[in-house]
C-alpha cells in the first residue's frame, strides 16, 4: 500500500503538465499522466470504475491505479502498481501473473464499457525492494527499489463469456467441481485434511 501511494503522489505530482517522466523516458513512452475529474473515485477500493453487464445485470467493478495517455492517439493505458521484493527481474509468470494480467484485462473492459478509447496495451510498473546497500543513511531508514515496466498486450474477448459463467455459476443450486487448478479449491481440501 505504501509503494501505490508513493507512485501515485509521484504521477500525480505531473498530472495535467507536460512534463514527462523518467520511466516514461526509459521505455521510450509517448505518455502522460491521465487527467479526469472522477480519477480518485476511480482509484479508490469503495467506488472503483463500475459497469452493469447488460445480459446479466452484474455489477463489475475494479480500482485502477493510474491511467496513462497516449499523446499522439489520445488512447488510455491502463496501469497496474505491483511491489515486490525478490532476486531476479518481476515478470508476469509464475504463481500470480495470470492472475493479474485478467484483473487489468477487466479494468480494460470497465474502460471501453464507459466509452473510453482504450489501448490493448497496458502496464505494469514493478517496484523490486533491492536487498543491497545500507538501510540507514543520514539518520533516516530508506529502501531502495529496481523499477520494471512490464507491457501486457491485453484481451477482453473472454470477459463477457467469463460473466455469464459466473452469474450462472453464481445463481445455480449445485456446488461446482473442484479443480486442481484453482487455489481456493486445494486450500479447501488440504484445510479438510488437517486434523485439528
Not at 28 to 50: I, M, Q, T, Y
Not at 113 to 119: L, N, T, Y
Not at 120 to 146: H, I
Request: glycine letters at 10%; aromatic letters at 12%.
Amino acid at each position: 500500500m505504501a509503494t501505490d501511494a508513493l507512485l501515485k503522489n509521484e504521477f500525480d505530482a505531473i498530472r495535467g503538465t507536460d512534463e514527462s517522466h523518467p520511466v516514461w523516458q526509459a521505455a521510450g513512452l509517448d505518455v502522460r499522466a491521465f487527467v479526469h475529474p472522477d480519477l480518485e473515485d476511480w482509484r479508490s477500493n469503495f467506488k472503483g470504475r463500475r459497469a452493469v453487464h447488460g445480459p446479466t445485470g452484474a455489477t463489475i467493478y475494479g480500482a485502477v491505479d493510474d491511467i496513462w495517455e497516449n499523446r499522439r492517439t489520445g488512447e488510455l493505458h491502463i496501469v497496474d502498481y505491483k511491489s515486490t521484493s525478490k532476486q531476479g527481474t518481476p515478470d508476469l509468470e509464475g504463481l500470480f501473473g495470470s492472475g493479474y494480467k485478467r484483473q487489468i484485462e477487466i479494468y480494460q473492459w470497465l474502460f471501453r464499457q464507459a466509452g473510453f478509447s482504450v489501448s490493448p496495451t497496458a502496464y505494469f510498473l514493478y517496484v523490486n525492494g533491492s536487498k543491497q546497500g545500507g538501510f540507514y543513511e543520514g539518520g533516516e531508514g530508506r529502501m531502495r527499489f529496481e523499477t520494471t515496466l512490464i507491457a501486457h498486450h491485453g484481451g477482453t474477448d473472454w470477459v463477457e463469456d467469463c460473466i455469464c459463467a459466473a452469474v450462472t455459476c453464481y445463481n445455480s443450486v449445485e456446488v461446482p467441481d473442484s479443480s486442481a487448478d484453482c487455489e481456493t479449491c486445494r486450500y479447501v481440501v488440504q484445510r479438510a485434511e488437517i486434523n485439528i
